[in-house]
């Protein structure tokens, strides 16, 4: 179908005026503070892509950005973008202190799995977990730019683990579980991780694929590890023998680490970082030599 019928064909819906609350307040506040009308969500659009640096100034205010400093410059647009110009140069901030910015009984996590009841982790929860997991990673030792790599089917461990580690200024690296030990060791061995965390089973077809071997294979073909951490796939389950696993544990035991010779655990610290600091590492697929590692900031990526 050419452009011309494009023209042509009948509208089968279109936004109601009236809706998108969010988007509306914020084009007031672009109409008031630049003196500027704009009737519909294109006046906005063009507007948008002429003022690069004033838009995302005005998105860092309205989404209500934590940081500990502000950034001194959105972006050098004499710089081409296809060059990747650095963003929001002098600003330092930690993603994970924005991801638990609400502390409050809100839903933030439903947990629903063929093998478990569904289970609701609020924003208040999300921070008492996360606060756990910090601490425990601070006392083992974890500092900013060490790397944190991750293997497990998405459970709420990955994402808590994720987000204490983020926390530290630490870098969050991950594949999938059904990756058998040379395509991971392929990958983590470009990023040297200090810790590798993982699962003890996981479930595929409607069998329980047992993780051990592989784990142990993965383990030793890493020498920068320091630690193993092994999630349980039940909760009330630590199956397997992991003795066999250099610098092994379970979870619960790793996180005993966090907690205080009074059962309390320390206030969670947020590492400011600068908005370019390696955040995540993704990897490409590798059907043309090794996989890429692909390097997230906190608002930008690039290969390594």
Not at 65 to 80: E, T, Y
Not at 202 to 213: G, Q, S, W
Not at 216 to 243: F, W
Request: charged letters at 25%; one cysteine or more; proline letters at 5%.
């Amino acid at each position: 179908m050419n452009a011309k019928n494009l023209a042509e064909v009948p509208v089968v819906w279109q936004p109601d005026p009236q809706g998108g609350k969010i988007m509306r307040k914020f084009k007031k506040i672009i109409e008031n503070k630049y003196n500027v009308n704009l009737d519909n969500h294109w006046d906005l659009h063009k507007w948008s892509i002429d003022h690069i640096p004033e838009l995302w100034a005005e998105l860092w205010d309205y989404a209500g950005v934590i940081c500990s400093k502000k950034f001194d410059k959105v972006v050098d647009l004499s710089i081409p973008l296809e060059e990747s110009p650095a963003w929001f140069e002098g600003a330092t901030a930690n993603l994970a202190e924005n991801l638990l910015k609400y502390r409050d009984d809100k839903i933030a996590l439903v947990l629903a799995g063929e093998d478990k009841e569904t289970e609701y982790l609020t924003h208040a929860q999300l921070y008492e977990e996360s606060k756990l997991y910090a601490a425990a990673f601070r006392k083992f030792g974890l500092k900013k730019g060490d790397v944190v790599v991750c293997q497990m089917s998405n459970r709420k461990e990955a994402v808590i683990a994720m987000i204490a580690v983020v926390s530290i200024g630490a870098i969050w690296a991950g594949a999938l579980p059904l990756l058998g030990s040379k395509a991971i060791l392929n990958r983590f061995k470009q990023v040297e991780p200090k810790v590798y965390l993982t699962i003890n089973r996981i479930p595929h077809e409607r069998k329980n694929i047992d993780m051990l071997p592989k784990i142990k294979e993965i383990a030793e073909g890493l020498p920068s590890l320091s630690k193993v951490i092994i999630v349980p796939s039940k909760y009330d389950s630590h199956s397997g023998d992991i003795s066999g696993i250099k610098n092994s544990c379970f979870l619960d035991e790793f996180l005993q680490m966090g907690r205080e010779k009074d059962g309390s655990v320390p206030p969670m610290k947020f590492e400011q970082v600068t908005f370019s600091h390696p955040v995540f590492i993704n990897y490409t697929s590798g059907t043309t030599g090794l996989p890429k590692a692909i390097v997230h900031g906190t608002g930008v990526r690039f290969h390594l």
